[in-house]
């Protein structure tokens, strides 16, 4: 690891591309601040680009305070010619987040450079990460880079995924097909998915020469524990596990149709693909170069601060409990001549698609996917408010400005965009779908367990307080006087109409009320709770409490557990 010293001398002479970010932009002291340390590091000249008026201010400030160390290099548009060489560093002064955006990649192919940018909400800490891989294509190498750049480990995402952290996009792992987002997630989710972050966020996507797939599928599939697969492939030798996975007929379909479940990606705007030859640097056949080149493209798109070189370096490292060899094109090693011409039967468009050939070493595409600009959809179509879910205890679920509100259903017609900030926070809201539920159920339990627990309570009281004991009863006398409280309730509540004549195990039938849209009932057999979407049913039938959606359990205080439970989705 080089020294401190040793690096913002490489940084002052100008042989390093660096990223930073101001945090206050519309503040002329931030810029100040950050020129005057640059200057102390041994830069000499300092450029600028405004790209609005209030950018023009800023400058008078940081051209009266530095002098012929300060100059303006454009008052917006198009970078001027050979900036990047007159000045040591280069100010991208005002403009929004999409202005920045196209302004720093004017920097992509400048071999050597300093950028100082405005935070915007394109910043990497305030928007979530997604990554996407290929099995077998580096997966382990994905997640190493996504950290050297900064992200941290989030893992299964939420419903309101944290800005600077990188998760799956569906489930616990990263080999989210574009079909299981596109099409099946889409036909699961409300409003057709179109509230899903992904779309309004980043992604990474991982691939890699699929012939190479095929080899580390070969060697890694088969083993016990690495996946289910091993109960299929363990018992086959290598060239037999390469002969079924080019093309598995019943199962696994041919090595083709594997990798093409994942070519969609190549093509959604705000995914950047990046191949594993270009990740696995001189180590691994490729180059550093390119490695650099790569990641410095993911800091300009991304807003992500640090110097490059240092970003390849940390992502540079290869311990994986997963990761084998890790060498380009080591197919041509491993391979049988007879597995290779049974690929090149199969329809060569999945290898045209990722830029693969016979002689590749870097996918051919790999620059242009490099120079694509990165395209995330607006939060616009977010103000509209829109029904997530119906009656759930009452209240209709609304999404609106990827907030969720819960509207009782009393409250009649509702537009949440008509209402004020006071109003809206009358409603039980929180930032995801399942705090919502929890906080109405909590209000339901409010609203009907405590006080059924209240009245319990007063009972053993009353109870206690006419005792004719002395002293205060056992622990077994409270719980035969708590189960005596529980009867007298369930005598109290009017009678149902009688048992079906000859079937004992029924026997009188007495409504306990209502409990979270159940319907209650004692019986002989159970105390039983019908859910009243069921419509009118008859109490008195004994299989009743078999069917699906009825609960039944001994004792009321368990029925109400169990409907709670039920509610949340717990298991009981």
């Not at 091993?230 to 996975?245: H, I, P, T, Y």
């Not at 009932?521 to 959606?549: H, K, S, T």
Request: hydrophobic letters at 40%.
């Amino acid at each position: 690891m080089q020294s401190a010293t040793m690096r913002e001398g490489r940084q002052a002479s100008g042989s390093i591309r660096s990223l930073q970010f101001v945090s206050e932009p519309a503040n002329p002291s931030s810029w100040t601040s950050a020129v005057r340390e640059l200057l102390q590091r041994g830069h000499r000249t300092i450029g600028a680009r405004l790209f609005d008026d209030a950018a023009g201010e800023i400058a008078s400030v940081l051209a009266a305070e530095f002098g012929d160390a300060f100059e303006v290099s454009e008052q917006g548009g198009e970078a001027t010619s050979g900036s990047s060489q007159r000045f040591d560093v280069i100010l991208l002064i005002g403009g929004g987040a999409d202005k920045i955006s196209d302004a720093l990649l004017d920097y992509l192919a400048v071999a050597a450079v300093t950028l100082v940018a405005p935070v915007t909400a394109r910043y990497c800490k305030n928007l979530p990460l997604y990554l996407i891989s290929i099995p077998k294509a580096g997966t382990h190498l994905l997640f190493r880079l996504a950290e050297a750049l900064g992200y941290a480990t989030g893992g299964v995402a939420p419903e309101q995924p944290k800005g600077g952290h990188w998760y799956y996009l569906l489930h616990s792992n990263a080999h989210t097909t574009a079909r299981d987002f596109f099409r099946d997630e889409l036909q699961r989710a409300p409003f057709g998915n179109r509230a899903h972050p992904f779309m309004r966020s980043p992604a990474l996507f991982n691939y890699r020469n699929p012939r190479d797939i095929l080899v580390s599928e070969a060697n890694y599939w088969h083993v016990d524990g690495n996946s289910p697969l091993s109960v299929l492939l363990g018992q086959l030798s290598f060239e037999q596990r390469v002969a079924r996975l080019i093309d598995d007929r019943w199962l696994l379909g041919s090595i083709r149709d594997r990798v093409g479940e994942f070519a969609a990606w190549l093509d959604c705007t705000n995914v950047i693909p990046v191949s594993f030859e270009e990740m696995v640097g001189d180590a691994g056949g490729g180059s550093d170069t390119a490695f650099d080149a790569l990641v410095w493209s993911l800091q300009l798109k991304l807003h992500v601060p640090g110097i490059t070189e240092d970003i390849r370096s940390a992502a540079s490292g290869r311990s994986s409990p997963t990761f084998r060899e890790g060498r380009i094109n080591g197919w041509r090693q491993a391979l049988p001549a007879e597995a290779v011409g049974r690929i090149e039967a199969l329809p060569q468009d999945f290898m045209e698609m990722f830029g693969y050939d016979a002689s590749s070493v870097l996918p051919r595409h790999a620059e242009a996917f490099r120079r694509r600009p990165l395209n995330v959809m607006s939060t616009a179509q977010l103000s509209v408010p829109y029904l997530i879910e119906t009656d759930f205890l009452g209240h209709n679920i609304v999404s609106y400005r990827q907030h969720f509100h819960a509207v009782p259903l009393t409250a009649g017609a509702v537009d949440l965009s008509e209402l004020s900030e006071e109003e809206l926070a009358k409603f039980v809201n929180g930032e995801n779908l399942s705090s919502v539920r929890a906080r109405i159920i909590a209000k339901e339990v409010e609203r009907q367990v405590v006080p059924t627990v209240e009245h319990l309570v007063r009972s053993e009281l009353k109870g206690l307080r006419n005792s004719n004991f002395d002293s205060g009863p056992l622990e077994s006398d409270l719980a035969c006087q708590s189960q005596a409280s529980v009867q007298r309730i369930s005598e109290n509540a009017a009678s149902a109409p009688p048992a079906s004549p000859g079937d004992e195990r029924v026997g009188q039938v007495h409504s306990l009320g209502s409990f979270l849209k159940y319907n209650l009932f004692r019986r002989r057999d159970c105390v039983i709770a019908v859910p009243m979407r069921l419509g009118p049913v008859d109490p008195n039938v004994y299989e009743l409490r078999f069917n699906p959606g009825v609960i039944a359990s001994s004792g009321l205080i368990a029925t109400q557990i169990r409907i709670l439970c039920a509610q949340i989705g717990w298991d009981y």
